[in-house]
């Protein structure tokens, strides 16, 4: 196999989120057989910040997979849609704090790592 000097797609993913870029995370994420589900919500994340008519759609997906892998209660479920809903609003912090408690409930450490993050990124953002 022949890796370029960008290295793997995975690599160029993490690069991609880590420096802002959707339109390249997207395309790179697509090239993947399988994106973690911590690296989704970094995406989904980002697409709100820099695409935010990309934002539900992916946030719908981040949901369903959520639900399919980490097979909440009902109520948590519906916790995690209402949170991913508040994101783009006024309820940002709340529901940043609500999703990353259900993260650290459900032993999903890298979404809750990625959350944690995040929030304290915006909290170093004047304004």
């Not at 690599?11 to 989704?40: C, F, H, Q, S, Y």
């Amino acid at each position: 196999m022949f890796v370029t000097a960008q290295g793997s797609p995975y690599a160029r993913l993490k690069r991609a989120i880590a420096r802002g870029n959707p339109t390249i995370a997207m395309a790179t994420a697509a090239e993947l057989p399988r994106v973690p589900l911590e690296d989704a919500l970094a995406l989904c994340l980002l697409l709100l910040e820099r695409d935010p008519g990309r934002y539900e759609a992916a946030a719908v997906r981040w949901h369903s997979r959520f639900c399919r892998e980490v097979r909440p209660s009902l109520a948590d479920a519906q916790l995690a849609l209402a949170s991913l809903h508040a994101l783009p609003g006024t309820g940002v912090d709340a529901g940043a704090q609500c999703l990353l408690a259900l993260a650290e409930r459900a032993s999903q450490q890298g979404c809750a790592e990625v959350l944690a993050q995040w929030l304290e990124r915006r909290a170093r953002i004047p304004g």
